[in-house]
Each structure stands twice: as structure tokens, then as C-alpha cells.
């Protein structure tokens, strides 16, 4: 494909083809809930664990006699001295090895579900600059390549280990000249200093030739179907023979990632860092995938049709959302039950404990006096929250588990040391919206686990897996207007509801 026709292929998918493609974007957001599942589930073995051996206790005791007037974090005599002794209580052998098994079970889930949406991205990406089906795509991406882009992962971990090695041997030169200068030598700890210099700058740049060789690996595997070390081959043969394409592409990659990051601090400055994240998903990293599949293809771009309407498309998910609470109650409740059990737990965790936290003193000025930003920040977090619940529900319901369980955990956890009057007046106004909407979240993404289960097993095809995740991004466009709403109560509303409960 022409750079030309690369470029506004690209640039159109998100936009024309966003209800197909952006899907599996989000599945790529949903893999870190799913992989966080062995964590939250050691974490709370960790805690069964602590509370049983008597070890929370003496922590809560302690923390309970912290006056927060008058403790200095620079002056250690002001912390009370039994503190450090009750926290190195809390690092017995049994709690570290729970809690590095959970990790490294994270780690292996993370890795294996990443190369599996990075292969869904991949193959969605390329249907829809062809103009085919991209939803069905994906979904023939997740069953067909992830072990070739599992093994570009390893391949790509060898290699950047390779490219890091002299930066290796420059530190370690720079250690035995440093040793030898404190010894008498200040010629040596300037070789040494200069060593590792050296060894950073060739390190730097193998790294950016270890980029460059693997840019066009991924669509290597999809476009040629081809194995990992093939496709990885054929990446640095198209870099040989198409050098143009690949400075293109170099080129708007940097740019896009400068503005990118232009825009994502200048949102951050105005409090909503949140919403960053949410535009790469939705445009930025799509289209990037688009131009780059686009140049690497030789292809006619094919991505054509109408510019979707926005209020079509939020009528549309409206209508999907009431359509999925009517067709799918016992998900829902599942959901909601999970989140009901996990609050109790919570609180049951930490309010025998005594711990108590008072409200800030300035609860109706806790957003500021102009509250947009944190508005802005509230709906996109709640939003992304909801969206891992949704899509990190296809691999087994292990999505909306670990997300509902950790957040209900958290919420009944702080209700365990708030005043209860404090806690409910600062969380209920928004919470009675936020939290049913989250639990819809986790039943859309309980219903996915089934699908991808039923899937698996041979009873469901990949045509209607598909369609499926497409319906599940309209419902999220439903819950988005659900979330603005709790999120605009939140930012403009709770405060000064708390404020007059409280009388503060």
C-alpha cells in the first residue's frame, strides 16, 4: 500500500470501523484485570494468612496511636516506636512466598493473554483496512496466532536482553574503577565512568535496532501467516526492501507519540490524566496499527463508509444496555452479588480493627472550586475500570472477578474506617449510579466468560463470538452515558451534600 494511502486508511479505521476494531483495543485493556486475578486472590490469602497467625493486630494497634498533627515523616523519633517492629511482623516466610507465587501466576497470565489480544489487534487491524469483517477477524487472530506472537515476545526479550548486555559491562567497569579511584586512582574512576557511558550509548542504540527489526514482525505473522522466527526474518527483509515505507512509518510514529504525549500533559495539568488513555485506546494506537499494517501489506485500502453519528451511537447503546439487563438478569446478579460479598468483606476486615479516618476538613472544596478536570478524570477512569470488567470477562470470567472482587474489597475496606455517617455521606450520592452501573459491567463481562467458554468448547462459532464483543462495545456506550452522570454528581454534587451532612 502507497505511504499515502497507509496514512488515511489509518487514520479512518478508528473512526469508520470503530464498532469492529476497537473492540479487541479494549480486550488488550481487559487482559490486565484477568491476569490480576492470582494476585488479588493471594492478597487475600496473604491477609487469612496474617490474621490467623495474630499478626494485623498489633499494626492496627499501633497505627490507632499515630496522631496525625504531630507526626513528622522526617523525624523517625515522632512515629510511635513499636510501628517498625509490628510491619516487619508482617513479612513471614509463609506471607512472602503466597504473595511471590501470586505475582509470578500474574506475570505468566499477563504475558500469555497479551500475546493473545496482541494477536486479536493484529488481525482485527488488518480486516479492516482491507474492509473485511474485522470483529470476526480478531477473533480468528486470538485462535490462529497468539503462539507466533508469544514467541515474538520471547524473541524480543533475548534480544533486548543481548542489546542491554554492554551497558552491563560498562557498569561493572565503572564499579571496578570507582573502587579502584577510592583506592588512589582518579584515572581510573574517570575510565570507569566513561566506560559505562560508552556501554549505555551502544546499549541505546542496539535497543532502537532491536525496535526497528521487530516493528513489522507482528504484521508479518498475520499478513503472511507465518511463525515467529519466519515472521521476524520477513520484518527485517521488508525494512531491506521497502526502506521508505519504514521511515514513514518511523516518522508519524514519533510524531503521533509527541502529540500524544503533548495532549496527555496538558489534560493532566488541568486534573483529568485519565482521559488520555482513554482517546490512545479509542484513536491513537489503532490508527498507528492501521498505518503500519497498511505499509506493510500489499493491499488496496479498502476502509470505506460513513462517519458514525454520535448520537446515534449513544441511542444505539442505550438500547443495547436495556436490552442486556433484560436478557441477561442471573449475570447481572451474579455480579451485583459478588460486589455485595466483597464490600462485606471489606468492612468486616478492617472495622474490628478500631482504625479510624476522619473526613477532610473542607469536604465541599475537596475538587477545587472549578471541578471539570476531576469531572473529566472520574467518568474516563470509571469508564476504562468498566471496560477491563467487560472485555477481561472472555477469558473465563477472570476479568470482572478479580476488578469486582478488588474494588469491592477496597470500598468496604474504607467503610471500615470511616465514620459511618462521613463515609456514606461522601460516597452514596454518586454511589447509588456508579456502582450498579460497575455491577452491569461485571455482568456483561461474566456473560463474555460464558461465550468464550462455550467457544472453547466447540459450541459457539467464531462468527457470533464476533458479534458478541461488538454488542458488548455498544452496551459500553450505553454505560459511558450511565458513568458521566454518576461522575458528574460526583464531582459537582457529593461534595456539597457531604458538605451539609457534616456540617463542614
Known amino acids: 500500500m502507497k505511504p499515502a494511502d497507509a496514512l488515511r486508511a489509518g487514520f479512518r479505521l478508528p473512526v469508520v470501523r470503530g464498532r469492529s476494531v476497537l473492540p479487541f483495543y479494549l480486550l488488550s485493556g481487559g487482559v490486565s484485570a484477568a491476569a490480576r486475578l492470582p494476585l488479588v486472590a493471594g492478597l487475600v490469602a496473604v491477609y487469612l494468612l496474617l490474621s490467623a497467625q495474630g499478626r494485623i493486630e498489633p499494626l492496627a494497634r499501633e497505627l490507632g496511636r499515630i496522631d496525625p498533627e504531630t507526626v513528622d515523616p522526617t523525624d523517625p523519633a515522632s512515629v510511635p516506636p513499636g510501628l517498625d517492629e509490628a510491619l516487619l511482623g508482617l513479612f513471614t516466610p509463609g506471607v512472602v512466598t503466597v504473595f511471590l507465587l501470586s505475582v509470578l501466576a500474574l506475570l505468566a497470565l499477563a504475558v500469555v493473554l497479551g500475546a493473545v489480544a496482541r494477536a486479536a489487534t493484529t488481525a482485527a487491524v488488518y480486516a479492516g483496512v482491507r474492509g473485511g469483517d474485522a470483529s470476526v477477524a480478531g477473533v480468528d487472530g486470538m485462535a490462529d496466532y497468539w503462539r507466533s506472537f508469544l514467541g515474538l515476545l520471547f524473541l524480543r526479550l ?10 552491563g559491562v560498562g557498569v561493572v567497569v565503572a564499579g571496578v574503577g570507582v573502587g579502584l579511584g577510592v583506592g588512589g586512582s582518579p584515572a581510573a574512576t574517570a575510565l570507569g565512568i566513561l566506560g559505562a557511558a560508552f556501554g549505555g550509548l551502544v546499549s541505546l542504540v542496539l535497543l532502537l535496532a ?32 521497502r526502506p521508505g515505507n519504514a521511515l514513514v512509518y518511523v516518522a508519524v510514529l514519533l510524531g503521533v507519540l509527541v502529540a500524544y504525549g503533548i495532549v496527555a500533559g496538558v489534560v493532566g495539568a488541568a486534573g483529568a490524566a485519565r482521559v488520555a488513555p482513554v482517546f490512545g485506546t479509542l484513536f491513537v494506537f489503532p490508527a498507528l496499527d492501521g498505518v503500519k499494517l497498511g505499509l506493510y501489506a500489499d493491499v488496496e485500502p479498502a476502509v470505506g463508509g460513513a462517519r458514525p453519528r454520535l448520537r446515534a451511537g449513544i441511542r444505539r ?78 477469558f473465563a470470567g477472570a476479568g470482572p472477578l478479580s476488578g469486582i472482587a478488588f474494588n469491592g474489597l477496597l470500598v468496604g475496606a474504607l467503610a471500615g474506617v470511616f465514620d459511618p455517617t462521613a463515609f456514606l455521606a461522601l460516597v452514596a450520592p454518586h454511589g447509588v449510579i456508579e456502582l450498579p452501573a460497575l455491577a452491569v459491567a461485571g455482568g456483561l463481562g461474566f456473560h463474555l466468560g460464558r461465550v468464550g467458554w462455550e467457544w472453547v468448547r466447540g459450541r459457539r462459532s467464531r462468527v457470533s463470538v464476533g458479534n458478541e464483543l461488538v454488542v458488548a462495545f455498544d452496551v459500553l456506550v450505553g454505560l459511558a452515558v450511565v458513568l458521566v452522570v454518576a461522575s458528574f454528581v460526583e464531582a459537582f454534587l457529593t461534595p456539597q451534600i457531604a458538605a451539609y451532612v457534616l456540617g463542614g
Not at 210 to 235: H, Q
Not at 331 to 354: K, Q
Not at 371 to 387: D, Q, R, S
Open 158 to 167: 533475548v534480544a533486548t536482553g543481548l542489546a542491554l548486555a554492554p551497558f
Open 210 to 241: 532491536v525496535s526497528l527489526a521487530f516493528a513489522f514482525a507482528g504484521p508479518a505473522v498475520v499478513v503472511d501467516d507465518v511463525g515467529a522466527s519466519a515472521a521476524l526474518r520477513r520484518s527485517l527483509g521488508f525494512l531491506r526492501r
Open 317 to 394: 447503546g442505550l438500547g443495547a444496555l436495556g436490552r442486556f439487563l433484560r436478557a441477561h438478569p442471573f449475570a447481572n446478579l451474579l455480579a451485583a452479588a459478588l460486589f455485595a460479598v466483597s464490600i462485606g468483606a471489606g468492612y468486616a476486615a478492617t472495622a474490628s480493627y478500631g482504625v479510624r479516618i476522619d473526613a477532610p476538613a473542607d469536604v465541599a472544596g475537596v475538587f477545587g472550586t472549578v471541578a471539570v478536570g476531576p469531572f473529566l478524570n472520574i467518568a474516563a477512569n470509571n469508564w476504562l475500570v468498566a471496560t477491563t470488567f467487560v472485555y477481561g470477562g472472555l
